[in-house]
């Protein structure tokens, strides 16, 4: 159908957690850099964190370090995103994204990514 799906985007108590998910499509899934982005409403988009598949090395924006944690499922290509003690500011529109295969680097930067999902929301009220 589509490469990527997220789930679990949902509205949540500041202090809070959620887990978010990404299925990703076979193609997409190997030798990848998979991870997440989120957008804020009326904001630009911003990276949270990545994956590379093959050894499971991840980055993450400061903004989400000690808090998020990317992880992933090989048998199942899915790609998680553990959020903890989440904030009002973490309030976005969080997107699953992946590369045409290729690394992660430090730096999450949008247009490494060509493959986007179609998002899943995630409030935070206080």
């Known amino acids: 159908q589509v490469p990527l799906v997220e789930s679990g985007g949902e509205s949540v108590l500041a202090g809070g957690s959620l887990s978010l998910s990404c299925a990703v499509s076979g193609d997409f899934y190997s030798r990848n850099c998979i991870g997440w982005f989120r957008q804020p409403a009326g904001k630009e988009r911003e990276g949270v964190a990545v994956?590379?598949?093959?050894?499971?090395?991840?980055y993450y924006d400061d903004s989400v370090k000690g808090r998020f944690t990317i992880s992933q499922d090989n048998a199942k290509k899915t790609v998680y995103l553990q959020m903890n003690n989440l904030t009002p500011d973490d309030t976005a529109m969080y997107y699953c994204?992946?590369?045409?295969?290729?690394?992660?680097?430090?730096?999450?930067?949008?247009?490494?990514?060509?493959?986007w999902g179609q998002g899943t929301q995630v409030t935070v009220s206080s």
């Open positions: 994204v992946a590369r045409n295969h290729g690394v992660c680097h430090q730096r999450i930067m949008s247009h490494f990514f060509t493959n």
């Open positions: 994956i590379y598949t093959p050894s499971g090395t991840s």
